[in-house]
């Protein structure tokens, strides 16, 4: 199981994507997982109930901008928020976890989750890749993507672990600052090392959902 580590808008996807497909691995999409989440109307009332209105899109889905921005300024309502969805989120990873140890046994997992590091669940990874691209770069894609102002890019990175932690934590750095082809080949060169991981049941590293994440034997 590898991780991928970085800033908003540094291209973490694609390189966990590119990872994938040099050892026919399997991409856990962290972004969609939420997606499935949000769409519960549970989850919904739930939210509205925590941050005191409606948060709701004219089609019925949850309106994310009007969610971020009550969070964002009220620090109350944001951990009352992260109560309710942290618990639920984990327990969606380590569900998907289970089916594919079930579905794919040995098959190279590749974690695409933006708070990989601030979940605890970098721990559970035998190799972990920080893919660095410079701050003018992140916030254009970020924004352009999103359509959020600079500001909300910079304060939604504010709110992260901080990016040299996280490469400090990284046993190697993809550089993606001139296109995909590019770190399409960084990514290609660790084939045969991928290969090479240990196959260790992440049970072992993380036993139920309830419970937390813990480093692989020797880490």
Known sequence: MIGVLGGIGSGKSTAAHFLAETDSGVVLDADAEVAALFAQEEVLSALEAATGGPLRLPEGGLDRATLAGRIFGDPAAKARVEALL???????HWESLAALERTRPGALVVLDIPLLMEGGLHSICELLFFVETAAP????RATARHGWKPEEWARREASQIPLPRKRSAAHAILVNDAGPERLHLQCARWADALRELPVRPFRARWPSAEALPSPPVGA
């Open 86 to 92: 942290h618990p639920r989120v984990r327990a969606r």
């Open 137 to 140: 770069q992140r916030a254009a």
